[in-house]
């Protein structure tokens, strides 16, 4: 079957077709065409994962194409127990965030769903590449359709944000550039599995931080993170979840694909700084969280919060801490992108994201109260939801390599309850801004934003549930995750 | 077989998801009746277990649902172990809870959100049989989570108002702290023994005999023992309010007040005790780490005894109470008399349940005025200085109260006495727990003798209460019923046949728990004296506004419950406010931001300074592009070398 041997390229570059039809076709079909493509999108990658061989360590679905042979670049696809996930998440959280976009993207829709489903080629083509080069063409390209998101449909201080992104993120990747050009020209190709197995550089630390300060910015990694909160702000609700969920997972994606696998060594020598910058992050994230009054500040700043639980897992360098780390990066991606879900529909509301304006939101809206409530109890890390698996064999890896760190981490758990459960506390408990107590001790509703709310419609409650299903599923049943990864993360371990 | 063990988590369940769901639809009546049917339904299940725990060989039954997490070695099953601990607590957590479920009917009766209460107390008897019933630590732990969770929800239930909503985030955070013990507690064990199954761990633990112990070959430090039992007591400090974690409980009684008997009584804060006895093969070869929670259980017992004596809030007495007595049980672990502390917590989950049933009873009889009368006036319903002679008005009440107050009091021949006495008998030979417990037994006395004189007798202190009426049969018949048990509860393990002690026996070993009746003589004869100094101090009902100056600001320090709250907010909250409002708004933006714009800034002035050099040639950029890239690599290569 020669189409089976092109489902990653259909995976990648059926979101491109969807992008050329939008532009071509006229504007009342673009976001048809866009929920069409990306869930055809994620309908290749299910058969992908129905025929994923869960044993085999190395590169499945291997496409290869010559692309510019005398320097040993080409066109090279493969996954395997690492990618894999990442892969799936990206087609799940595509087809929700297009789905979300119809009340936040109001002016140029043509534009803005091309943009939408080339972000989402590039960001496959990142997860899923096996050749260097063409890793770092996707690489860039994915920055260009998001600094437009962000400078097109993004607040009153979009462009400010949007070019920081596109320069804070790029003047990282030139190092890289310049580490991939050195091993491609040293290594005499390109090939990601040859440059492997060649080693050369296992011990090379100049070349392990080029890639790392790479990476770390995109997580990002405390103290590389002030880009983060003000894309975020900025951002239309669409674009903070497929920021939130995909893009910051290119970052600790590349940790593991590169770092950890092309520098073994120099991975272990670092690894103690690692830890420590992302223990650091964990608490600082959680400590500046605490003290935002706007919601999807405090939503960013926990994001570098939750990512440092990540790159502990990384750097922990073993089984448990590498495979939760995986695990944590979809969990993450569910969480968080349900949180920014959650924001936009209030914002939606309200036309404001400031907590100190809201309150008793729950009473009004019982239906968004409880979604919120799972997100932010999933955030948490409150067992039986997805978040607490990842957490937890994140940790336990950790405190294998290092208690004591692991042992600060955790105080992360008790400032994610303090932060997150006062934001909901803001925001939905209590009493709405507007209801003022009169003199006789009634109740009087005051005309302000918060008056009349409607409780989430079904649009807003069909983009919220995948979210939760998957929620629950990995929370409970975790384990056909960790053996899909398993025996990838095995090798790479080794 | 094996599908039985599941049923008691499934049934409340199954209320969850139904009533979740179709609540609005099958109207409060229908979700009450059925949240109740669910929980009957587990208890008729549980006892069908203990049946069977009492006939099999080894007292206990596996069984396994497949695995919930399985990482490289971690291995952790849906994996359930009813065992004599196990099925003697889920008869508490499930009959105990129906009867509350019973009660709720009546109780919540008329509150729009009376469904979603129903939700959540079914959930929360799911969890708690899932945090006894697990047979590995981190079930244990998500059984843990989740009665927080629940206790977060109901504790927050009438969220409109804000204290209301700060109580319920309070207990989770403080909560929250404890767990961060107990999941390192975890951590722990799984790095030293290779699993979270307590039958591995504890067959590796072996007989409680030696203190090195071998795996693998390898020795397990005594110090890594301690290590764990300290954090996996921190985990029990949180749950079960101890020093110096015990400051959400107080707050936690803005919950409805059924709920604060299930959870914040019967319950969910017995937990770190059962997961004490649970690992009382760890405790017991740990023996620094368990005279610590003896003592730290024995201050608890002290303090919030004492605080207890000066609080106002019926309520509020009684929570402290229940901070002292789970003190109790804790000190009763940590001197190894596993199976007194367990007594104590059968025995505290009948006569603390009912004390606080009645106490809604009586809250709900004083409200009925205001109701009735639309009254603008409002006063404090909770506030025992607007009661007093309810005796007449809501006997059943009054009898309830009666009996559940001297079962606290330690007066024989009423449950609490026979358990408490175990307790002090086991502290004979530690004289510092010894002191501080039977302080605190008289303190008892005398706060449960002020508030039956302060609530019942004299004459009614407002028109609330010369207007108070009897609750409703739903709201009775539980009493009646926990009254029966608080009566006779003692029998479980009276002198003499020692029932308790030897269904036990399988899981915390034989421990010869003696009668000593000089002791028990003493402190029935203390409680009487308390109780009838209580009846002499508050008969007139004015006695609290005649205090001496010293004695009035010992009085508002215990009031203030030792001003521990204030410490806390002093030495703890304002810093972590003052840090992060430091770390936002100063080092992150200007600090961290400042110096990446600060970056950009500058790079824009070298820019306008080489304006000149702008050519305009696209080569010419490129030139300049390929000299710094190739420059770079240079340096690469070299290094790489």
């Known amino acids: 079957m020669y189409i089976y041997s092109l489902m990653l390229s259909l995976i990648t570059f059926i979101p491109v077709i969807g992008a050329l039809l939008i532009i071509l076709l006229s504007k009342q079909l673009s976001r048809t065409i866009a929920l069409v493509a990306s869930l055809a999108s994620f309908v290749v990658a299910l058969l992908v994962l129905n025929s994923f061989n869960n044993a085999q360590a190395g590169f499945q679905f291997v496409e290869v194409a010559p692309w510019i042979p005398q320097f040993g670049i080409s066109y090279k696809l493969g996954v395997d127990g690492i990618s894999l996930w990442l892969m799936m ?233 590498v495979q939760g780390a995986i695990l944590q990066m979809i969990n993450h991606g569910l969480s968080t992108g349900g949180l920014f879900l959650v924001v936009g529909y209030i914002y939606e509301r309200m036309h404001t994201r400031e907590m100190g304006k809201m309150g008793g939101l729950w009473a009004k809206m019982p239906v968004y109260g409880t979604v919120a409530l799972l997100f932010v109890l999933s955030s948490v890390g409150l067992p039986a939801l997805n978040g607490f698996v ?38 939905f408990l209590g009493k709405g801004k507007d209801e003022a107590v009169d003199d006789h001790g009634h109740h009087r509703q005051v005309a302000s934003a918060s008056h009349g709310l409607l409780d989430l419609n079904w649009r807003e409650l069909a983009s919220a549930i995948p979210l939760i299903v998957f929620c629950f599923y990995i929370g409970l049943a975790s384990t056909p995750f960790f053996n899909a990864m398993s025996a990838s993360v095995g090798k790479l371990l080794k | 077989m094996s599908t039985l063990v599941v049923l008691p988590i499934l049934f409340p369940l199954i209320g969850v998801v139904i009533n979740a769901f179709l609540g609005k639809r099958l109207g409060e009546k229908v979700v009450g009746a059925l949240a109740t049917l669910m929980c009957s339904a587990a208890f008729v299940v549980a006892l069908m277990l203990f049946s069977q725990v009492s006939v099999s060989k080894e007292h206990a ?93 109901l504790i927050g239930f009438w969220f409109d108002k804000v204290k209301n909503a700060e109580a319920a ?174 007594f104590h917590l059968m025995t505290h989950a009948f006569f603390k349940a009912l004390l606080f049933l009645a106490a809604g009873s009586v809250i709900h009889g004083m409200e009925h005025y205001s109701h009735a009368h639309h009254s603008a006036q409002h006063i404090d319903p909770q506030d025992m200085r607007n009661m007093g002679g309810l005796r007449g008005k809501m006997p059943v009440t009054f009898w309830a109260f009666i009996i559940g107050g001297l079962s606290l009091a330690g007066l024989p021949p009423f449950s609490g006495f026979w358990s408490k006495d175990e307790i002090i008998v ?14 605190t037994a008289v303190f008892t006395a005398f706060y449960t003798g002020r508030q039956l004189v302060m609530v019942f007798f004299g004459s009614a202190r407002s028109k609330d209460a010369s207007h108070a009426e009897e609750s409703g049969m739903a709201m009775k018949l539980p009493l009646i019923v926990l009254s029966v048990l608080a009566l006779i509860g003692g029998g479980l393990n009276l002198p003499g046949s020692m029932w308790l002690e030897h269904w036990l026996e399988p899981v915390v070993g034989v421990h010869e728990g003696g009668f000593n009746l000089p002791i028990a003589a003493l402190f029935s004869a203390l409680a009487l004296v308390a109780l009838a100094a209580a009846w002499v101090m508050y008969r007139d009902g004015k006695r609290d506004t005649s205090l001496t100056p010293q004695l009035s600001s010992v009085s508002s320090f215990l009031n203030k419950a030792w001003q521990i709250d204030a410490l806390y907010r002093a030495a703890i909250i304002m810093p972590f406010y003052a840090l992060s409002s430091f770390l936002a708004r100063v080092f992150d933006l200007g600090g961290i931001d400042g110096a990446v714009n600060g970056i950009g800034t500058l790079t824009k002035g070298i820019a306008a300074a080489l304006r000149p050099l702008q050519s305009g040639f696209v080569r010419s950029y490129g030139l300049v592009m390929i000299v710094g890239v190739v420059a770079l690599m240079a340096w690469l290569v070299i290094n790489t070398r």
Not at chain 1, 157 to 165: G, V
Request: aromatic share 14%; charged share 10%.
């Open chain 1, 89 to 321: 998440l990206t087609v799940f959280i595509f087809p929700i965030a297009i789905w979300a976009s119809s009340g936040a993207i109001q002016h140029d829709q043509k534009i803005y769903y091309a943009l939408v489903l080339l972000m989402e080629t590039a960001t496959l083509g990142v997860f899923l590449s096996l050749d260097m080069f063409l890793f770092y063409v996707f690489w860039e390209f994915a920055l260009v359709p998001m600094y437009f998101i962000i400078g097109l449909w993004g607040g009153q201080r979009r462009i400010y944000a949007s070019l920081k992104f596109f320069i804070y993120t790029m003047a990282g990747s030139v190092l890289m550039l310049i580490a991939i050009l050195v091993m491609g020209v040293q290594g005499q190709t390109f090939d990601y599995e040859a440059l492997v197995k060649q080693g050369l550089h296992s011990a090379n630390m100049s070349l392990f931080l080029a890639f790392a300060i790479a990476f770390a910015i995109k997580v990002p990694m405390f103290p590389f993170h002030s880009w983060l909160p003000d894309a975020h702000v900025e951002a239309p609700t669409p674009g903070s979840v497929i920021l939130a969920a995909v893009l910051l997972k290119m970052g600790s994606y590349g940790l593991i694909r590169f770092n950890l696998a092309l520098f073994p060594q120099a991975s272990q020598q670092f690894a103690p700084v690692m830890i420590m910058l992302a223990v650091v992050g964990i608490l600082y994230g959680a400590i500046v969280a605490f003290a935002q009054s706007d919601m999807k500040k405090l939503i960013a700043y926990s994001s570098v919060s939750h990512m440092g639980y990540i790159i502990l897992g990384i750097f922990s360098m073993n089984e448990l801490g």
């Open chain 1, 390 to 427: 990842g957490e937890f064999v994140i940790l336990q890896g950790a405190f294998q390599r290092n208690p004591l760190w692991t042992g600060l981490a955790t105080i992360g758990m008790v400032l994610g309850a303090v932060y997150l459960l006062t934001m909901y506390q803001k925001v």
């Open chain 2, 61 to 153: 039954i596996h069984a396994e649902f497949g695995t919930w997490i399985g990482v490289g070695k971690l291995n952790v099953p849906f994996g359930f172990l009813v065992d004599s601990l196990s099925s003697a607590l889920m008869l508490i957590i499930t009959g105990v809870g129906a009867l509350i479920h019973l009660y709720s009917i009546g109780y919540i009766h008329g509150d729009p959100r009376a469904n979603r209460y129903f939700v959540y107390l079914n959930l929360f008897v799911a969890s708690m049989l899932v945090l006894v019933m697990g047979s590995n630590y981190l079930l244990m732990f998500v059984g843990w989570e989740l009665v927080g969770l629940c206790s977060y929800l």
């Open chain 2, 169 to 342: 985030r309070k207990a989770f955070v403080v909560n929250r702290i404890g767990d961060v013990g107990f999941i390192l507690g975890i951590m722990l064990i799984f790095v030293t023994f290779g699993t979270l199954n307590y039958h591995d761990i504890f067959a590796v633990v072996g007989d409680h005999k030696t203190a090195a112990l071998a795996l693998a070959g390898d020795p397990v430090a005594p110090a890594v023992l301690s290590a764990i039992t300290l954090l996996l007591f921190i985990g029990a400090m949180g749950k079960s309010a101890q020093l110096p974690l015990f400051v959400w409980l107080p707050d936690a009684m803005a919950g409805p007040t059924p709920a604060s008997a299930l959870i914040h009584a019967a319950t969910m804060v017995t937990a770190g005790i059962y997961m004490i006895v649970r690992s009382n093969a760890l405790f017991h070869v740990a023996a620094d780490t368990s005279n610590f929670v003896a003592l730290i259980g024995a201050l608890t017992a002290f303090i919030a005894g004492s605080i207890a004596l000066r609080q106002f809030d019926i309520k509020k007495v009684l929570a402290y109470s229940t901070v002292s007595q789970l003190g109790f049980m804790i000190a009763a672990a940590g001197l190894g008399a596993y199976t007194a502390s367990i």
């Open chain 2, 426 to 439: 086991a502290a004979l030979h530690n004289p510092l727990v010894f002191a501080l417990l039977a302080c």
